[in-house]
Each structure stands twice: as C-alpha cells, then as structure tokens.
C-alpha cells in the first residue's frame, strides 16, 4: 500500500471511529479496495460497512476477501460469519471457533473485539446475525 493510500485508508477509519455514518464511507472504501485489491482490511472495513447498512449479499465475498487475504483476522472472520447468518450460507462454526483460539490467545485483541461488536450494536440496534456471534463467543 502505498503513503497515500495508506493515509486515505486511514482518514476513512478516522472518520468512522468519529462516527462518520457508514453511508457517508462505503463509496471510499469501495474506492480503497478497487485501488487496492490485496489489501485485506481494506475489505474486512467495506464488509462491515455493507453489513452495517443491511446489505449482507455484497458483504458476504467482501468478508470472504477479507478472510482469504488475512486468515488470521479475527474481525474479518466474524464479519464473515454474520454475513453467512445473514444469507444463509453454512460454515460458520467454524469462522466463530477460529475466533475464540484468537480471542484466547490475545485478551488485547478479544478487548478490541468486542468493542467492534458493541459499536456495530450500538449503530445497527437489534442486529439478531450479531447478536448470535456475540452469544457464541461468551
């Protein structure tokens, strides 16, 4: 990735995480990833983005890009499983258990976690595919 890219991808997080609603973001990240194809969170943030905005059928191959180019990400491996509950897809189980040996493995990482979950709760209230994810990795 280059500088520019870089600080485009992460202007794009800034304002996001100032509460940019993700209308306002999911043309950029569509642009990031267009422009940087093999960049795996690039694609874990467009997929949450278009599951944020209940748009689960373009989330799921952006979540299977995202888990293809980084398996070891836990977020993009629970934004895959949200948007496999959310069409019907099978598989999750196992995207939900890579994520526990994560979570076990780095309290660090399970912290930033589930403050993605309580902030996709918070932007998506009643969020039932998240909701799941959240109950299984109690």
């Known amino acids: ?10 202007q794009a997080i800034a304002r996001y995480q100032q509460g940019a609603a993700p209308e306002e973001l999911i043309d950029e990240f569509l642009q990031i990833t267009a422009q940087e ?10 997929a949450w983005l278009q599951l944020l905005l209940d748009q689960p059928q373009a989330a799921l191959p952006s979540a299977r890009n995202a888990v293809k ?9 629970i934004n895959l499983s949200v948007a496999m ?5 099978k598989g ?3 995207h939900i258990e ?5 979570m076990l493995m780095a309290p660090e990482l399970a912290e930033e976690l589930q ?10 209230p009643g969020w039932q595919a998240l909701e799941k994810v959240k109950a299984w990795l109690s």
């Open 92 to 94: 999750v189980r196992e």
């Open 98 to 102: 890579m994520v526990k040996r994560v």
């Open 85 to 89: 509950l959310e069409t019907g897809a």
């Open 69 to 77: 180019l980084n398996p070891q990400d836990p977020q993009a491996r």
């Open 37 to 46: 194809p093999r960049q795996s969170a690039g694609w874990t943030c467009l």
């Open 115 to 124: 403050g993605s979950i309580a902030d996709g709760l918070q932007r998506r």
């Open 1 to 10: 990735m280059t500088a520019q890219q870089e600080s485009r991808f992460d």
